[in-house]
């Protein structure tokens, strides 16, 4: 199991948030870690922008999003962009997107959000064309009519990862992509649910085994802190639960909410947690470093903390 790490859904300003993501990403590739993951939060610093900006100071590490929302922009200006940020980084981009939710689709954008999944395949066929360039970009299908001129071409292969959470999902991200990113699933949904789906349908369609990315929130703490790790995960990223895409996935498995998937204790029992993960198939884990603490010198100390231990374990896990 490769081991990264997530940077950027922490509150700051701007300028500052651009300093420490550098500085995140640098620490990682010192750290050993595989990769580092940018979640497009709706309300935060561009994830493709903050790649970009990772890739100039680092050499190694793999660069990720997780995830952009499709609907948040043309397919082909997502290619150019995402090419362009494959560039800046000399080939280590892994383009995670998504379908995303009702809630930022047409809650925040004032889009449609119809038909997810005919519309993650049809936008897959721009990304497909795009991606075989430079050259033109031509694509007739339902959604998209593009008759597209692109100069640019993938310096190295560029995994594109879909954020699937279904059935319907699963089935075409084993049959069009590299692999999925997911947020909300425990061990038992990524087992049962997540990986035999979609390394049936990458078999199928005659694809290599698919990579399956989860987001799991991490808290280095003595065991009697555990509950107050979990129940933090719950108050600052419960806010996902009010999704019923996660909705669905959680009843897929045994946890209830974000709290339930959260790794927390003491550096065994987060071993053992992570391992678990390894076994139902997990083949990259996405840390979410949580910390805990009364105040922001106890949440810096806290951070570290887990850091260190994360850096420890990424060798064993692998």
């Known amino acids: 199991m490769r081991i990264g790490v997530m940077s950027g859904p922490e509150r700051g300003d701007s300028a500052r948030k651009a300093k420490r993501m550098v500085e995140d990403a640098r620490w990682a590739e010192s750290a050993g870690l595989d990769t580092v993951w940018v979640p497009q939060v ?33 397919p082909v200006a997502l290619a150019r962009q ?20 009702h809630w930022i689709v047409r809650d ?18 721009v990304l ?27 310096v190295a292969p560029l995994p594109v ?11 075409l991200t084993g049959e069009r992509a ?13 087992g049962e649910h997540v990986v035999p789906r979609i390394t049936r349908a990458a078999e199928e369609a005659g694809r290599p085994a698919p990579r399956v990315v989860a987001g799991v929130p991490v808290c280095l703490c003595r065991p009697s802190e555990a509950d107050a790790a979990r129940e933090r995960a719950n108050r600052i990223l419960g806010e996902a639960e009010i999704s019923p895409n996660y909705q669905r996935l959680l009843a897929y498995g045994d946890a209830r909410d974000v709290g339930d998937i959260c ?16 076994d139902a198939g997990v083949t990259d884990l996405s840390v979410r470093l949580l910390p805990i603490g009364a105040g922001r010198d106890e949440l810096v100390a806290s951070k570290e903390r887990t850091k260190e231990l994360l850096a420890g374990l990424a060798a064993d896990l692998r």
């Open 82 to 101: 995402a090419l362009s940020a494959q560039a800046a980084t000399g080939g280590r981009l892994a383009l995670g997107v998504g379908p995303s939710h």
């Open 161 to 171: 990862l879909v954020a699937a959470l279904g059935p319907v999902m699963l089935r």
């Open 42 to 74: 709706p309300t935060d610093f561009d994830a493709l922008l903050a790649v970009a900006l990772m890739g100039t100071a680092t050499s190694r590490v793999e660069l990720g999003t997780a995830v952009v929302p499709l609907q948040s922009q043309h």
């Open 108 to 125: 925040m954008l004032g889009l449609p959000y119809e038909r997810p999944a005919g519309y993650t395949r049809d936008y897959l066929d």
């Open 263 to 278: 790794a927390a204790g003491d550096a065994a029992a987060i071993a053992e947690r992570l391992r678990r993960f390894a």
């Open 128 to 154: 497909d064309a795009a991606f075989a360039g430079p050259g033109p970009v031509e694509v007739e299908n339902k959604t998209f009519s593009v008759h597209n001129p692109l100069g640019l071409g993938p």
């Open 178 to 190: 590299d692999g999925t990113v997911l947020w909300m699933a425990d061990e038992r949904a990524v």
